[in-house]
């Protein structure tokens, strides 16, 4: 069965720090694999997403992610964080039907 | 930017009401899905669609129905509303081929 693990459940940075969320999957096979954001009161918006070819993908709002096969990982960067970062992230794993994991809820500090 | 919209986006009902929420999308997906969400807890899938008049009960069992009569038209019906049910529903949608869904708002629904 498939199934994913963040974590970290609140991680608090700086404004202008870097910013890596974790992500660890479960699949049988070679996984496709997302990040989702979450405002409050909104849904969710993709991020980025992985199927193949390069593993370092570039996302929307300055952010990307690094697919690591060996650590069955997809972890989450950004170099340096804005206030309006704040939100809640959500990695998630498959295609027909998808995995969500808990979430990761982000705040940010002046 | 998607198109996919959920209304109402906050709903407060007594117990025992009938309620639909509605989801809608101008994007021509034949696949949709609705996900129940609770603080601190992964998204459950409830229900899915995989096109006109196809429907399936999702990976979290549910007392909801869903109908899908028109592509871009995916109601959520609840008989009878009990305070359980108090909860985020979101939807979402897909393209044929593609697996990155798109979501609407949500609805929150307080069952009183």
């Known amino acids: 069965a498939q199934s994913v693990t963040q974590p970290d459940i609140h991680i608090t940075v700086s404004e202008g720090a870097s910013l890596e969320l974790r992500c660890n999957y479960s699949y049988g096979a070679t996984p496709y694999l997302f990040w989702y954001v979450q405002s409050p009161g909104q849904g969710l918006q993709l991020l980025l997403k992985y199927f193949s070819g390069d593993t370092l993908v570039q996302g929307i709002k300055g952010f990307e992610a690094e697919f690591k096969r060996s650590q069955s990982s997809f972890n989450l960067r950004k170099p340096s964080v804005h206030w309006s970062d704040a939100a809640e992230y959500f990695c998630?794993?498959?295609?027909?039907?998808?995995?969500f994991g808990i979430g990761t809820k982000l705040q940010v500090i002046p | 930017e998607a198109d996919i919209y959920q209304t109402p986006r906050y709903l407060v009902i007594g117990t025992g009401k009938k309620i639909t929420l509605e989801c809608s999308q101008t994007m021509g997906h034949d696949k949709m899905y609705w996900y129940q969400q609770d603080p601190g807890m992964e998204l459950h899938l409830i229900h899915y669609s995989y096109g006109v008049n196809s429907t399936e009960k999702g990976d979290l069992s549910s007392e909801s129905t869903v109908s899908r009569i028109r592509t871009e038209h995916f109601p959520l019906t609840l008989e009878s509303a009990r305070p359980s049910h108090t909860s985020q529903y979101l939807c979402?949608?897909?393209?044929?081929?593609?697996?990155?869904?798109?979501f609407g708002p949500g609805t929150r629904l307080t069952v009183t």
């Open positions: 998630a794993v498959g295609y027909q039907k998808v995995t």
């Open positions: 979402a949608s897909r393209a044929e081929g593609y697996y990155e869904q798109y």
